[in-house]
């Protein structure tokens, strides 16, 4: 197994344009996390999955974020309408669920970057 | 309202000193505590996962342990190497949350360097 992937690795736009990203999970994984993090700070969560359901979206986070996991595979993070605020390290995280605990695996993450 | 610490924010060893970090949560009804590395415009990678029931964890040169009642883990580094130096981030599982998502709370990190 290869691990969380992320594409693409960074991403530079203009305010305004949307951008996608793209997250693999490990392949038995039933769980999928999106976080964001900024330099200095912890990851900031941002919306989870469990198979292909999305149970739980940050209250931080506005209308312009969407994110899917269609097959309960590959997860994308859409931002529409970017904002130089929303320059950031966006981290994938996958994990397998079994019982209360979890042990999360992080992707390499795609380094946003708003002009 | 669960909160983590880590001190010190920064860290400056030689080569080859043993070295502890320090993490520590207000509230002990936690399920696991996990420690990642991450180096500079990286994601994380996950070092030692402590269950909630379980006083310690090692790998390789790497020791965790967990003290829920005092509220405190420590990572320990033996033998440190240049290749140790990145900044380590502890995250604390919580409260069930909605969705049945036990969320992480997430420390600022702990900065280290290690110099040759």
């Known amino acids: 197994d290869t691990g969380v992937s992320q594409d693409p690795r960074h991403k530079i736009t203009k305010r305004g344009q949307n951008v996608t990203f793209r997250c693999d999970p490990i392949?038995?994984?039933?769980?999928l996390y999106w976080y964001r993090q900024t330099l200095g700070q912890g990851p900031e969560f941002l919306t989870y999955?469990?198979?292909?359901?999305?149970?739980?979206k940050s209250r931080l986070l506005s209308d312009r974020f969407s994110a899917e996991r269609p097959k309960g595979s590959f997860s994308t993070l859409e931002i529409q309408r970017t904002e130089q605020g929303d320059s950031a390290m966006y981290l994938c995280?996958?994990?397998?669920?079994?019982?209360?605990?979890?042990?999360?695996?992080f992707g390499s993450g795609t380094q946003l970057s708003v002009l | 309202k669960q909160e983590v610490t880590q001190i010190p924010a920064a860290l400056s060893v030689p080569e080859g000193e043993n070295l502890v970090l320090n993490c520590s949560f207000t509230?002990?009804?936690?399920?696991?505590l996990q420690w990642f590395r991450q180096d500079p415009g990286k994601g994380l990678t996950s070092l030692l996962l402590?269950?909630?029931s379980q006083r310690e964890q090692t790998s390789g040169r790497l020791n965790a342990s967990l003290d829920k009642s005092s509220g405190r883990s420590t990572l320990y580094i033996a033998a440190s190497q240049p290749g140790d130096s990145a900044t380590y981030l502890c995250?604390?599982?919580?409260?069930?949350?909605?969705?049945?998502?036990?969320?992480?709370?997430w420390g600022l990190g702990t900065s280290l360097a290690v110099n040759p």
């Open positions: 995250a604390v599982r919580g409260v069930l949350a909605a969705g049945n998502n036990r969320k992480l709370i």
């Open positions: 999955f469990q198979n292909e359901a999305q149970l739980e």
């Open positions: 402590i269950q909630s």
């Open positions: 509230d002990s009804a936690i399920y696991n």
């Open positions: 995280a996958s994990s397998l669920l079994t019982g209360d605990n979890e042990k999360l695996f």
């Open positions: 392949s038995e994984h039933n769980r």
